[in-house]
């Protein structure tokens, strides 16, 4: 039902507009508010907040199916819901929940999650953006980039350095409205793929945030951000599944109705093979997404799953968009067509939210661990 409602919205209000939106790299602020009325951006909040409180299975289905219709699109929805309105979903109290959790879940306001910075990505302890202690508040100095809906958005879960005298290196997290004093949208990216879901660098000055914005405890950011990015690396796992799954759709549309030397392309051995090879591939791929979501369903970590899942997905994404072009052939390289766009997309995959070597890494940890406890 989710994917069947999903599909009729977006061939009314997203798939006509892929190409203006890509060029545009921007989306409008129109399909924030109908994707709100669809309640698609509320997908985890509760109900009483005006969300959908869907399970993590269904959410990752709606996922899915939105980046089988546009991928940038689902960026966006995964930023906003996954990281913003995921981290405090977690880790905000009641009264930070009610506040800004149904502006957020109506799609009247667009969330962003800044970890990133020139200086610091995969490695956390390098932060350099620092919030100092005030009276009644924090005074928070810094920069993010590739702040996915960082200029379009309206509230930022911003994570920075506050440096205690027992832990010069804490991390907390704060919420932070883009109208307070001191905060600034810098460049907008130029980026190669999921153009349509913008990124900015925001710049915070001087910026005073209040006591009552601090997300959870001072100096549990570190905890929180590895909780999140997983939320946020199961979801891309099913946002490359859904580019992949789509790709190989065109592909074998286009090779069953192409004809060279008097028959239909997908007759050809090189070609079939391939794609009866892809198919076969993203069955495993999806028997392993499914797998580390049910892990999360339980309100466990599983941080091997996810990463396994996040590793295979996105290069999944990657190979099946090289395979469809390859198969389409002339057709495929043109601007027109939509493996253009995913081939250019699924790049993406393979690096936001970590990249693959670091969820290789994350792997080997794991496996470690798990052997020396079974040693112990």
């Known amino acids: 039902m989710i994917r069947k409602i999903i599909q009729e919205f977006g061939h009314t209000h997203i798939t006509p507009f892929q190409k203006q939106w890509d ?24 109900k009483k907040y005006g969300g959908l409180n869907l399970m993590l299975t269904e959410y990752m289905t709606a996922i899915e199916a939105f980046s089988e219709l546009d991928a940038a699109v689902t960026l966006s929805l995964l930023a906003h819901n996954s990281l913003c309105i995921g ?3 977690c880790y905000g109290n009641e009264v930070q929940q009610e506040k800004w959790l149904p502006k957020l879940a109506s799609g009247v306001w667009i969330g962003a999650w800044a970890l990133t910075e020139p200086e610091s990505g995969s490695d956390v302890s390098n932060l350099q953006t620092v919030a100092h202690r005030q009276s009644d508040g924090w005074l928070i100095n810094g920069k993010k980039h590739f702040i996915t809906n960082g200029y379009n958005s309206n509230l930022i879960i911003l994570i920075a350095k506050t440096p ?18 001191g905060v600034d949208v810098g460049n907008r990216d130029d980026k190669m793929g999921m153009r349509a879901a913008e990124t900015a660098e925001l710049i915070f ?9 601090l997300l959870g405890a001072i100096g549990q950011g570190k905890y929180q951000i590895m909780h999140i990015l997983e939320e946020g690396r199961i979801a891309m796992s099913a946002l490359a599944l859904g580019i992949a799954k789509r790709s190989l759709t065109v592909a074998i549309q286009h090779a069953e109705k192409r004809y060279q030397f008097e028959q239909p392309i997908v007759r050809f051995q090189g070609i079939a093979f391939q794609l009866a090879e892809l198919a076969t591939q993203m069955e495993s791929a999806q028997a392993l997404v499914q797998k580390a979501v049910a892990e999360k ?15 295979l997905t996105s290069e999944l994404a990657v190979k099946a968009t090289y395979i469809a072009m390859q198969t389409l052939g002339g057709y495929g390289y043109m601007k027109r067509s ?12 393979t690096i936001g939210e970590g990249t693959s070597e670091i969820q290789k890494s994350i792997i080997v940890k794991e496996l470690l661990s798990e052997i020396r406890e079974a040693n112990s």
């Open 87 to 89: 981290h405090i979903l």
């Open 164 to 181: 205690l005298e027992h832990n010069p290196n804490s991390i907390s997290a704060f919420i932070v409205e883009k109208g307070y004093q």
């Open 205 to 213: 000055k001087d910026c005073y945030v209040p006591s009552e914005n």
């Open 23 to 46: 060029e545009a790299q921007a989306l409008p602020d129109s399909l924030f508010k109908k994707l709100g009325k669809l309640g698609m951006m509320g997908g985890l909040s509760p």
């Open 338 to 349: 939509l493996i253009e766009k995913y081939y250019r997309d699924a790049r993406l995959c």
């Open 297 to 311: 369903s339980h309100g466990k970590r599983a941080p091997k799953l996810v990463s396994m899942a996040k590793l």
